[in-house]
């Protein structure tokens, strides 16, 4: 049995400090915000994060970080991804060189582009930063549905040690040496969930969902092969994966305010509206900007950026999508 700790008080923290509690694991939950730590200790549940799943009584919750991660095994970083800059810098005096610290939250930094292990990695350089990503709802984690996600990490034995504590009979764990591409799949797949979400408001059908969802995880994996990733990776768990089951899911909240938009409101309306952040919103002018700076063509990419931040109405967008020059579908495939 090993002491683990999971930072954060939402949905997906908590639905991971459940797996790792039934495995047979010494939890602690610490948040940041008093008034959750407060409620989560009252009343065992968030109420407004994973209605209907109980925190178990043998998981600590604490609002005290040096206790909380005090001879632990892993961290679980699960605060939303804006957070994980100022979670890291309150880590960085109290945890020992080599730490394991697993990141589940998804989303590309606003001004440095980078992943969220990189932002760990960059506040505190000593640290083994992981990545465990893929298709996770936390409202079918926390009520053990089955689900499969990838640990990736940048030696195979801090990847398998990460498998081997996660996994159990309804969550299964897959490793991989690609931590970048699981990364970049998790959090620019919110941007093709706006997509799919912003074509589901203006009353569009299945056809335009799945050709979204095609040609977004294509030019997700372009981007991230430029980067130095492996095609392989996207077309994964933590890609294409991650992209069905975020465009295809109510419980989406980046697909959720993409309807809304679709149906006309503002994104700060749309985020108002879902009470939750919106990270694709976030990962999106990131994307655009790496498209620039890597030389890649992201046509769906630069439509959403225009929705949400130059009031371009939806229905234009689409219209001018489907009018660009016609082209090949892999111009790379060469005629017999
Ligand atoms: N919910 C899911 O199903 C799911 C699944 C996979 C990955 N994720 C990712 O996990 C991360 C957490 O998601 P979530 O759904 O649990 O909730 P969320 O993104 O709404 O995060 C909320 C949590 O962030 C923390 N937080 C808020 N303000 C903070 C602050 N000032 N300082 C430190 N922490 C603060 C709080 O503990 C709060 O409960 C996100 O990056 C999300 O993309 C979520």
């Given at each position: 049995m090993s002491k683990v700790t999971v930072l954060g008080g939402g949905g997906w923290a908590i639905a991971l400090a459940k797996v790792l509690n039934e495995n047979g694991h010494n939890v602690t939950l610490w948040s940041a915000l008093e008034r959750e730590v407060e409620a989560?200790?009252?009343?065992?549940?968030?109420?407004?994060?994973?209605?209907?799943?109980?925190?178990?009584?043998?998981?600590?919750?604490?609002?005290?970080?040096?206790?909380?991660?005090k001879d632990s095994k892993m961290i679980v970083m699960a605060v939303a991804s804006s957070f994980v800059r100022s979670t890291s810098e309150l880590l960085k005096d109290i945890v020992p060189d080599g730490q394991i610290i697993v990141d589940v939250a998804k989303g590309i930094e606003d001004g440095t582009f980078y992943t969220m292990t990189e932002v760990i990695e960059d506040v505190i350089p000593t640290v083994n930063a992981v990545v465990l990503s893929g298709p996770s709802h936390a409202e079918e984690v926390g009520l053990q549905v089955p689900t499969a996600v990838v640990v990736g990490a940048k030696t195979f034995e801090t990847a398998s040690f990460v498998q081997r504590l996660f996994s159990n009979d309804y969550f299964r764990a897959y490793t991989s040496p690609d931590r970048k591409s699981i990364e970049l799949g998790g959090s620019l797949k919110n941007v093709i969930a706006l997509a799919a979400g912003i074509a589901d408001g203006l009353g569009y059908g299945d056809n335009t969902e799945a050709a979204l969802m095609t040609r977004g995880i294509k030019e997700i994996t372009q981007l991230g092969v430029a980067m130095g990733g492996h095609s392989r990776t996207f077309h994964g768990l933590s890609g294409i994966g991650d992209l069905i089951v975020t465009c295809g899911s109510k419980h989406s909240r980046n697909r959720r305010a993409g309807i809304l938009i679709g149906k006309g409101y503002t994104l700060d309306e749309a985020v108002k509206e879902v009470n939750m952040v919106v990270e694709g919103a976030v990962s999106a002018k990131a994307a655009l900007e790496l498209a620039h700076k890597y030389n890649v063509d992201m046509p769906l990419v630069e439509s959403v950026n225009q929705v949400l931040f130059e009031n371009k109405p939806a229905k234009e967008a689409m219209r001018d999508i489907m009018k660009r020059d016609l082209t090949h579908e892999f111009p790379d495939l060469v005629w017999e």
């Open positions: 989560l200790t009252k009343e065992r549940e968030n109420k407004v994060g994973l209605p209907g799943v109980k925190i178990p009584e043998k998981i600590k919750i604490t609002n005290d970080i040096k206790e909380a991660v």
